[in-house]
């Protein structure tokens, strides 16, 4: 055979290679774009630890005729142009099935034109912004409630709630932050409110002092707040120091636990949940989580517990795919557990029928 013959050779087998079916491969592999440092590592190294604990019970005690399933994870530093770099590894060079559990808003977003051109699935971002809900350019699932869904309720708990009519806004400067704020207006506006004011601080900081000199102009009874846990625990802390008496609240991605963790005195704080709380639910698989994790070091809470469930219900929906494994058949296969799978639903105690996911609240 002569070099050129060599060449169409080594080009048919990657090109083969790199359409083979699922099941053609050795595992199911899920590549994942994560902080695993700078100021929010605790978020996405939960979320991590989270699907590990339940992949590797699952790779344990999977059927003998089923593929494990890998995941492998790249630390972007919740910084959307590491993302980026992440992705494009992942996908063209490690060849992963699907990207897996990618934190956050601006991350994702930046991600967009990489899942428009491979065509790999973006699966159980965690978040909940709007243009992930229904894309029509490329293929998402999430396991979480929409950042629309979660701003409702706390604009209900403000207004409705607690009566208050001066609500004010601190906003992340980003994708993250612009998709919540939205949320929020829109929730106000259907009270026939507007923000008394709106402040901003840049992402991966907690340089909130202008945005504290602002907000203390005008009299604030409520703060709807967008960020990640040390920028807002600081805002927080330091209204309260400064004698600015008012109550708080925030999304799901700011982590309940990280933040409270962090606050000083009894500030008054509600953080929207996606999850419910794996301490006191009471469904079957919150038994076998707590079980699991008992035998661990991680900490018992949403994050690890979103990560423990967005595995579950992708090797549930790999078992229910015939063999040989499609991408098309997993993303069907995810929906119709979410939809089917009575030990999913019963951790977020649907109804029959019911699709959206609920919203859930803890209090500091």
Known sequence: MNISGIKLLLLAVLILSSSLPLSAKQAVKMGMSTALSGPAQEIGQQLKAGAELHLDHYNQHKPADALPVTLEALDDGYEPH????NARKLIY???VDALFGVMGTPTSYAIKPILEHSHIPLLMPYTGAEFLQNPITFDVFNLRASY???TQDIIHYFVDELK????ALLIQADEFGLTVEKGLTK???EHGMRPVVITRFRRNSDDIDKALKRAKRHKIEAFAMVGTYQPLAKFINQAKFSGLEAHYATVSFAS????FARLKGQPKVLVTEVVPDPVICKAQLCDHF???INQTNLPLNEQVFEGFLNAYLLTSAIQACQLPLQSTCLLNALQDQLENNQ???DVFMLQPGQKKLPVYRSFF
Do not use: D, P
Request: proline fraction near 0%.
């Open 164 to 167: 208050f009519k001066r609500i």
């Open 343 to 345: 030990l999913i639903r």
């Open 82 to 85: 590491k993302t980026v770099i």
């Open 93 to 95: 060079e490690h060849k």
């Open 187 to 189: 929730a106000l506006s």
């Open 256 to 259: 309940s636990n990280e933040l």
């Open 148 to 150: 629309n869904k979660e």
């Open 290 to 292: 707590r079980q699991t």
